[in-house]
């Protein structure tokens, strides 16, 4: 059975070098493999010097007969225009961490912020008008995509750690730009962090206990969105009726939570309140987001990513024809998506009807039977009996040889229905999104 593996970030600094020689004293007498996993920002004229200098440092504890490993990964690209340096570069930091953390074998990941790191941090989302979730600060443990990333030096101060380098002589590296005031945290250390604590001694524990309070906050919250969610979010969009029932406080909550689990980022103060105050009044409405937008129907609020979201088209051509020989995603971008065709058991147009089919826009006088020994109606009425927003009922219509087979958004026509014992094929409308990589072809022509 292979050994147990651990990893540690190190940065060369004076945490991480007091962290990853703790680890190492720890683990040795247990068998764990300790690997070191270092970023280069290449943010700095020094970054090259730094990485050789924590190999180097690693590769002589080795020899010293420490089970260690050195792991380094260069970070690509650059901060983005009007993007800060610092939430790029924390990004990149951890997004290298964890492929080397998994290219390495290492489950548990280390990391050495500190009790005046955590301080620092909730401060700082103060400063930004945070909410409860940004005023936790940071967790002490916390998996992520298959790795646990701990913080086990989170609840002691800088001092102790300071004492620990002393201690033990070691050698951390000195980053300058901890002297650079352009960056905010930088700022607050070097020129707010003094005056506080010469004015309040304990402002350190205190800040950060004041987070641990949070922490236990923002983790009722989550359990209450979550039970409001499952009565007003059942099945994924957003039962508006249900969810006006709610206290405002557990509105906005609900709100956030439903919005997080569908665009899978934190939701802007500003979305928020916008949404409680016009979903209550909008019969439909639709709010564009960064990766998609959101769309209000029938008393219903729903996600659509921005893949999902079908392009602008031009008009579709007069008596376009399509061949369905078997079953295959046939592409119609002039549509904006494709026609999925797949074998079915009941249910669906018999192949043979599907060898020359027609294919045409709305025009207003179509009917549509929903079901055997319903009466045929209007599309409109059709879509609106449904349910059937209007950005799904995009797409041609199937005729074949002059009789509706097939109506994207309501499906196949019952009087098209193939008879017991024929060959047949179920049809459904795929706005474009990921066409490109499925199986099928066809044209229309």
């Given at each position: 059975?292979a050994?147990?593996r651990?990893?540690?970030?190190?940065?060369g600094?004076?945490?991480?070098?007091a962290l990853?020689?703790a680890?190492?004293?720890?683990?040795?007498?247990?068998?764990?493999?300790?690997?070191?996993?270092?970023v280069h920002?290449g943010l700095s004229p020094n970054?090259?010097?730094w990485?050789?200098?924590c190999r180097?440092t690693?590769e002589?504890?080795?020899?010293?007969?420490?089970?260690?490993?050195?792991a380094?990964?260069?970070v690509?690209?650059a901060?983005?225009r009007?993007?800060?340096v610092?939430?790029?570069a924390?990004?990149?930091?951890?997004?290298?961490?964890?492929?080397?953390?998994?290219?390495h074998?290492?489950?548990?990941?280390?990391?050495?912020q500190?009790r005046?790191?955590q301080?620092?941090t909730v401060?700082?989302?103060?400063?930004r008008?945070a909410?409860?979730a940004?005023l936790?600060?940071?967790p002490?443990?916390?998996?992520?995509d298959g790795?646990?990333?701990?913080?086990p030096?989170?609840?002691?101060?800088?001092t102790a750690?300071e004492a620990?380098v002393?201690?033990?002589?070691?050698e951390?590296l000195e980053?300058?730009s901890?002297?650079?005031?352009?960056?905010?945290?930088?700022?607050?250390r070097?020129?707010?962090?003094?005056?506080?604590?010469?004015?309040?001694?304990h402002?350190?524990?205190?800040?950060?206990t004041a987070a641990?309070w949070a922490q236990?906050a923002?983790?009722a919250?989550?359990?209450?969105?979550?039970?409001?969610l499952?009565?007003?979010a059942?099945r994924?969009?957003?039962q508006?009726?249900?969810w006006?029932m709610?206290?405002?406080?557990?509105?906005?909550?609900?709100l956030?939570?439903?919005?997080?689990?569908?665009t899978?980022a934190?939701?802007?103060?500003?979305l928020?309140?916008?949404l409680?105050?016009?979903?209550?009044s909008?019969r439909s409405?639709r709010w564009l987001v960064?990766?998609?937008e959101l769309r209000?129907?029938?008393a219903q609020?729903m996600?659509?990513?921005?893949?999902?979201r079908?392009?602008?088209r031009?008009?579709?051509?007069?008596?376009?024809?399509l061949?369905?020989?078997?079953?295959?995603l046939?592409?119609?971008?002039?549509?904006?998506g494709a026609?999925?065709?797949?074998r079915?058991?009941?249910?669906?147009v018999?192949?043979?009807?599907l060898?020359?089919?027609?294919l045409?826009s709305?025009?207003?006088a179509e009917?549509?039977?929903?079901?055997?020994?319903r009466?045929a109606r209007?599309?409109?009425?059709?879509?609106q009996?449904a349910?059937?927003p209007e950005w799904?009922?995009q797409?041609?219509?199937?005729?074949?040889?002059?009789?509706l087979?097939?109506v994207p958004g309501?499906g196949?026509?019952a009087?098209?229905?193939?008879r017991?014992?024929e060959?047949?094929?179920?049809?459904?409308?795929?706005?474009a999104t990921d066409t490109?990589a499925?199986?099928?072809?066809?044209?229309?022509?």
């Open positions: 059975m050994p147990a651990v990893a540690v970030a190190y940065s600094g004076r945490d991480s070098t990853l020689h680890t190492l004293r720890a683990a040795a007498p247990l068998g764990v493999q300790v690997v070191a996993l270092h920002h970054a090259d010097a990485l050789e200098r180097a690693c002589a504890w080795a020899k010293n007969g420490e089970p260690l490993r050195f380094a990964q260069r690509a690209g901060p983005a009007g993007e800060s610092e939430a790029w924390r990004k990149a930091r951890y997004d290298a961490l964890h492929e080397l953390a998994v290219k074998g290492a489950g548990l990941v280390l990391l050495a500190h005046r790191d301080a620092e401060l700082l989302q103060a400063l008008g909410g409860v940004g936790a600060g940071m002490r443990v916390i998996a992520r790795v646990t990333w701990a913080r030096w989170l609840g002691y101060p800088r750690i620990y002393e201690t033990h002589g070691l951390p980053d300058e901890n002297d650079d005031p352009r960056f905010a945290r930088n700022r607050l070097l020129q707010v962090w003094p005056t506080l604590v010469d004015a309040f001694p402002a350190e524990a205190s800040i950060a641990a236990e923002s983790s919250l989550g359990e209450l969105a979550a039970l409001d499952t009565l007003v059942p994924g969009p957003l508006i009726d249900p006006q709610l206290s405002p406080a557990r509105r906005s909550n609900a956030r939570a439903w919005l997080r689990g569908q899978g934190s939701a802007s103060a500003t928020v309140a916008r409680s105050n016009e979903l209550p909008a409405g960064a990766g998609g209000s129907h029938r609020l996600w659509l990513p921005a893949s999902q079908a392009p602008s031009v008009a579709a051509p007069e008596g376009a024809t061949r369905i020989p078997r079953g295959g046939y592409r119609l971008p002039e549509w904006g026609l999925k065709v797949t079915a058991l009941e249910g669906g018999a192949l043979d009807a060898e020359r089919v027609d045409c709305r025009r207003g009917q549509f039977q929903a079901g055997p020994g009466p209007s599309l409109k009425k059709q879509y009996a349910g059937v799904q009922r797409g041609p219509l199937v005729y074949g040889a002059g009789r087979l097939f309501l196949i026509d009087r098209a229905l193939a017991p014992g060959r047949q094929m179920s049809l459904d409308w795929i706005a490109d499925s199986e099928g072809r066809g044209a229309a022509g």
